[in-house]
């Protein structure tokens, strides 16, 4: 994967190409609601190589897996118009399609044609059928336009009429239709013809084997785009074979018409007896998938909002505002972020284990949760309904805020980068990033050597996660300058509990400085407590030697676990001094 930031490092536009999208999809023209949505991964081109997948992006049948290639665009508005499209093109397959196979396709010409009259069938009615789709296609149909119209020509007429075909769907959906609204009657074979004289010129011209029979051709080929049946679709395609010579070979040339096909062109047979894809399922009682919040609206922002949410997410981190301002003297420091997802992803489940335990370390407070009625009938009503349409309920929770707040320092030293050290401190500060939004806490995350404001205080967790993934060590670690005035930021928060979190590898450069500066601090009613991370037996000495009883030696495996007995046990010691 490339270091450049993608759209997909976007958790919310993410979210709305892997679930949103499918739900919409399903919603508007899913004949069983209740269906779980297909899988959708994205592939970079090199992994699709390397993995022997198709050259498209693609839909199986047996799996209900839908695969998007991934490029690294320089726009990002039209990178996030491609991927859109593609998403889009592929959850219609697997809302309306089966394989060619089960509808009788009896070879690889069979399912090539098929699949060609399926891609342009599928976005056609969709498009005429919905305004939100019309849109996806049309954005995404321009994309595709130069590449298609292009002099390329196979050598058997069949194909060609085929190609031609395709050509003629993808500039009238690039259009939005507009040739289409003139028409009075779509599915008039003239009504068709009149639509290829309108477009034939901007298309190369077909070659003297398919222009004699071409009026028909593209007629049969329209019948199929407009058909609501994949049986059709073969009908269609057999009729189209007749109207051309036998091909010369049983197998075809390179498919001109990979551009977005489900399958690759071609799927693979199915087992006997597979159940036919895209046919309903009925819902045995399930309830619709979960699907994303995103909001009052059903997609994510337009192309140029792409552009602008990267621009945002990549800004060098050495520029972010630091919480302890005015460290002239420490060395420089950038962070210039990274793809932080896959960070983001493995701290997740970490990270709300570890709320859970933090927010058990408080004793739980009575809160006040009130119920929203309904208007039925005229009449405001709780459901069910009860003599109070509007009702207050007190409940005991176990809650962190407001009398909590993290600071997470990073060891940012040289030795950071031996052994992997940079990278188990990167997760376990995304652990507890994930922790305190679960657990609704305060907190900062800032590296030691120039306190550079890494996440929290109001940064989301893409950026976070993203600035983490970018962060390396160099240089000394700082601590012995930066950790007395961080934790005098620290100190001014208005919460009455406040914890330092320090993720050390092992004693500072300057552990006669730290060790003042942490019992100074601790005599003030601060909690330091130092976490090392898979440290050897010297290393972990230094590490107590320093900061004492609070020093929390732990692995990668048992960070959760040790982490918020550590901290836990910090908090219920504060408590009990200041009481």
């Known amino acids: 994967m490339s270091d450049k930031l993608t759209i997909l490092d976007l958790p919310r536009r993410r979210a709305w190409l892997e679930r949103g999208m499918g739900a919409k999809v399903r919603d508007l023209f899913g004949r069983d609601r209740a269906r779980p949505l297909p899988t959708v991964e994205f592939v970079t081109p090199d992994e699709a190589r390397r993995r022997r997948l198709p050259a498209t992006s693609w839909y199986r049948f047996d799996e209900e897996r839908i695969g998007i290639y991934l490029e690294t665009l320089a726009d990002p508005a039209r990178e996030w118009e491609r991927l859109e499209h593609h998403t889009l093109h592929e959850l219609l397959h697997w809302t309306w399609n089966f394989s060619a196979t089960l509808s009788g396709a009896a070879d690889q010409i069979d399912h090539q044609l098929s699949n060609i009259f399926a891609d342009a069938a599928n976005e056609q009615r969709a498009g005429l059928e919905n305004p939100w789709a019309r849109a996806v296609v049309s954005r995404g149909r321009r994309l595709l336009v130069a590449d298609l119209l292009s002099p390329s020509r196979p050598d058997d007429a069949l194909w060609e009429a085929a190609l031609l075909t395709l050509r003629a769907h993808t500039l009238v959906a690039s259009r939005g239709w507009a040739v289409l609204d003139a028409l009075a009657d779509r599915d008039d074979p003239e009504a068709a013809a009149t639509v290829w004289s309108r477009i034939s010129g901007e298309i190369v011209a077909p070659g003297p084997s398919v222009v004699a029979v071409w009026d028909r051709a593209f007629a049969i080929a329209w019948m199929a785009w407009r058909s609501a049946n994949q049986f059709d679709l073969l009908d269609a395609v057999r009729a189209f074979r007749d109207l051309f010579a036998e091909p010369k070979s049983a197998e075809p040339p390179p498919s001109p018409f990979g551009l977005d096909s489900h399958e690759g062109d071609a799927p693979p047979p199915e087992p006997h007896g597979a159940q036919g894809r895209g046919k309903p399922t009925g819902s045995g009682g399930q309830a619709p998938e979960d699907v994303p919040d995103l909001g009052d609206d059903d997609a994510p922002g337009d192309g140029p909002g792409v552009a602008s949410e990267l621009e945002a997410l990549s800004e060098n981190a050495g520029v972010w505002r630091p919480v302890v301002p005015h460290l002239s003297t420490v060395v420089a420091e950038t962070i210039t972020p990274r793809p932080g997802r896959d960070l983001l992803a493995m701290a997740q489940a970490d990270g709300v284990e570890l709320g859970r ?223």
Not at 358 to 371: G, T
Not at 485 to 510: M, N, S, T
Not at 519 to 532: L, S, Y
């Open 357 to 579: 335990r933090i927010k058990a370390s408080r004793a739980p407070k009575v809160r006040v949760r009130s119920e929203r009625g309904r208007a039925v009938a005229r009449i405001i009503a709780r459901v069910p309904d009860a003599s109070r349409p509007f009702r207050s309920r007190a409940v005991s929770e176990p809650e962190l805020t407001p009398d909590v707040f993290v600071a997470v320092i990073v060891d940012t030293s040289s030795s950071m980068n031996e052994c992997g050290k940079i990278v188990a401190a990167r997760r376990a500060a995304m652990t507890v990033a994930v922790a305190c939004e679960a657990a609704r806490a305060p907190y900062v995350i800032v590296t030691s050597r120039r306190a550079l404001h890494v996440g929290g205080d109001g940064t989301d967790l893409a950026r976070t996660s993203a600035a983490l993934s970018g962060m390396t060590g160099g240089a000394v670690d700082g601590l012995s300058t930066t950790l007395g005035p961080i934790l005098e930021a620290v100190a001014l928060r208005p919460e009455p509990v406040r914890v330092a979190i320090v993720l050390q590898d092992g004693e500072p450069c300057d552990p006669t400085t730290v060790g003042r500066v942490v019992e100074q601090h601790r005599q003030q009613g601060a909690i330091v407590v130092a976490v090392g991370l898979d440290l050897t037996e010297g290393e972990a000495a230094g590490l107590r030697a320093v900061f004492g009883p609070t020093a929390c030696l732990t692995t990668a495996a048992g960070l959760v676990r040790d982490l918020g007995t550590a901290v836990s046990a910090a908090i219920a010691r504060s408590v009990r001094s200041a009481a």
